[in-house]
T-cell receptor, first 114, second 114 residues
Framework: GNSVTQMEGPVTLSEEAFLTINCTYT??????LFWYVQYPGEGLQLLLK?????DKGSNKGFEATYRKETTSFHLEKGSVQVSDSAVYFC?????????????FGRGTSLIVHP | DTAVSQTPKYLVTQMGNDKSIKCEQN?????MYWYKQDSKKFLKIMFS???????INETVPNRFSPKSPDKAHLNLHINSLELGDSAVYFC?????????????FGPGTRLTVT
């Protein structure tokens, strides 16, 4: 079956530091890839997505590139802010038995200190 | 207008009781989901309905029963509540056009079983 593996947290950074959260996946066919963000006490929100190989998704200074050769979709941001503190989920939507099934990673908590 | 709404936001109840959580989406999406998030933020998909038809039914106790009266609503009924059912339950929706399966999440229902 499909699976998503992302680095364990928490990731703790100082403001303006560079962020990378690693994500790799296993899936048949050509899944769509997503990063979702969950702020404290809220539901998940779509942060960015990519639907085919070499696509780059970007939003709010975050970027991720769909790398089919390494089955990866790492999340990066050049300069994090305290307000970026949240849990980040890597996810895919891939075909399984005729339906598109969402698969989530376990989430990575990011803590940004002033 | 809230895109995906859930009621109630908090639910505190005793073991053995029966409770329901309601979800509504006003996005015109054709697919809705229920997820359970544990205290470590792990997100587990429970059910999914596409146009009122059950398409995902993961391994959950049969005390949990989803009901979709129409494609804008997906309710979750839980019988004989147990301590282990304590978690945050999220409803989500998506439009299953080809390559576009991003999900929109509700704010969550925090269920506490005492």
């Amino acid at each position: 079956g499909n699976s998503v593996t992302q680095m364990e947290g928490p990731v703790t950074l100082s403001e303006e530091a560079f962020l990378t959260i690693n994500c790799t996946y296993t899936a048949t066919g050509y899944p769509s890839l997503f990063w979702y963000v969950q702020y404290p006490g809220e539901g998940l929100q779509l942060l960015l997505k990519a639907t085919k190989a070499d696509d780059k998704g970007s939003n709010k200074g975050f970027e991720a590139t769909y790398r089919k050769e390494t089955t990866s979709f790492h999340l990066e941001k050049g300069s994090v802010q305290v307000s970026d503190s949240a849990v980040y989920f890597c996810a895919l939507s891939g075909q399984s038995g005729g339906s598109y099934i969402p698969t989530f990673g376990r989430g990575t908590s990011l803590i940004v200190h002033p | 207008d809230t895109a995906v709404s859930q009621t109630p936001k908090y639910l505190v109840t005793q073991m053995g009781n029966d409770k329901s959580i309601k979800c509504e989406q006003n996005l015109g999406h054709d697919t809705m989901y229920w997820y359970k998030q544990d205290s470590k933020k792990f997100l587990k998909i429970m059910f999914s309905y596409n146009n009122k038809e059950l398409i995902i039914n993961e391994t959950v106790p049969n005390r949990f029963s989803p009901k979709s009266p129409d494609k804008a609503h997906l309710n979750l009924h839980i019988n004989s509540l147990e301590l282990g059912d304590s978690a945050v339950y999220f409803c989500a929706s998506s439009q299953t056009t080809f390559y576009s399966y991003e999900q929109y999440f509700g704010p969550g229902t925090r269920l506490t079983v005492t």
